[in-house]
């Protein structure tokens, strides 16, 4: 058998908790052996692998002025979070560059 790793809790009626205790006893099992057999054919069931595009060349020119757009976010955030206000002249620079794009 596996080495289990990971916890799964669930929380059930009286009533349906006995009904799974008497289902295990039947089967000479405990009840997680039993939950584990019941779903054992989903869990077996690989997931399908997520789809990754992979890009092999990125212009440049874009990589540049997506780092510069980056730099201007955190200037501005640092600012904000020392709780300074910006000078207009920055907003009007962080603007004519953004809108040069």
């Given at each position: 058998m596996s080495i289990k790793n990971k916890?799964?809790?669930a929380?059930?009626?009286p009533t349906d908790h006995n009904k799974l205790?008497?289902?295990a006893i039947s089967e000479n099992?405990?009840?997680a052996e039993l939950i584990r057999s019941r779903f054992d054919a989903e869990i077996k069931s690989p997931p399908r692998p997520r789809q990754i595009t992979i890009y092999k060349q990125t212009?440049?020119?874009l990589l540049y002025e997506i780092r510069k757009i980056g730099n201007n976010l955190n200037q501005i955030a640092r600012k904000l979070n020392q709780g300074q206000l910006l000078e207009k002249r920055i907003l009007i620079k962080i603007y004519e560059r953004v809108?040069?794009?």
């Open positions: 916890q799964v809790k929380t059930f009626t205790l008497q289902l099992k405990t009840i212009d440049p020119q809108s040069q794009l």
